[in-house]
């Protein structure tokens, strides 16, 4: 089973809690070009009525929520999930005392609790590809949303980061193995044809993005927070040594291909 999902390394490995997740997300944060930003940008793409039920299957800390808080008509009804335990405490937290009422529920998304026609909108923002059986995933997923409901599913497309394992290469090939051997089995170039088994519609947009790198530390702790290896200080004092000395190289600057999107269906 690829690493990326297989669900005993994600719960025990990356996703305890937040915090690796919160690592890569900083990074984007801080040197991606596009100054809409992720989370305003997918919210921008919901098209849904003012009294809505939505799912989030894969919520991780809340971050799409809290980005938008303002935006959230007062009719939505939202139920928040995650497979990791740690990241619904995660999102409890963060959403605690907002002026939106959200329910938080540890989901698998191969079996959702939920009813037939239940939801108006389910949301994946790039999960689907740590699902190990996305077929009976979007199985359920077609199950709960009521006729005419939508799914917004983002994902990464097949380029995106692909001048990291280059980089990374050149100081330790075994650290690049995790980036050169991922294999994502629900992409922007694959994931049009899984969707159309349960989806008449499927539309894509993507997101025009690109990271200029011009810290080191910050891409290490990035590189770091998805090893194997873990965060280990004689390993992270190298890289962010190395990743400087690229840098300077560089007159200081280091870019990175972003591809992101988001898939619509109905």
């Not at 009813?115 to 709960?144: C, G, Q, T, W």
């Not at 994902?155 to 994502?184: Q, Y």
């Amino acid at each position: 089973m690829p690493r990326l999902s297989d669900p005993n390394y994600l719960l025990t490995k990356q996703y305890p809690n937040a915090a690796n997740l919160q690592t890569r997300i900083g990074l984007h944060k801080k040197f991606s070009t596009n100054m809409i930003g992720w989370f305003p940008w997918m919210f921008d793409h919901f098209n849904l009525p003012p009294t809505s039920k939505i799912l989030e299957l894969g919520c991780g800390p809340g971050d799409l929520w809290l980005e938008n808080m303002a935006r959230i008509p007062v009719g939505w009804q939202l139920t928040l999930s995650d497979f990791s335990p740690g990241m619904l405490e995660q999102a409890r937290h963060n959403l605690h005392n907002q002026p939106h009422v959200f329910s938080c529920a540890r989901i698998d998304a191969q079996s959702i609790p939920h009813k037939e026609n239940e939801f108006e909108a389910v949301i994946a923002n790039h999960m689907l590809y740590h699902v190990p059986d996305r077929v009976s995933a979007l199985s359920e997923i077609r199950r709960v949303l009521k006729p005419g409901g939508q799914l917004y599913a983002s994902t990464v497309g097949e380029g995106h980061m692909r001048e990291l394992p280059i980089l990374l290469h050149k100081f330790d090939p075994d650290l690049s193995i995790d980036f050169e051997n991922t294999i994502l089995e629900f992409t922007l170039e694959n994931g049009r044809s899984q969707l159309e088994a349960c989806f008449s519609n499927v539309t894509v947009y993507r997101y025009n993005d690109e990271l200029l790198i011009t810290e080191a530390s910050p891409l290490a702790d990035y590189v770091l927070s998805g090893s194997r290896l873990g965060v280990i200080p004689a390993v992270r004092d190298a890289l962010i040594e190395y990743i400087a000395a690229e840098l300077e190289q560089n007159h200081g600057l280091f870019r990175i291909t972003k591809d992101s999107g988001i898939f619509i269906t109905s």
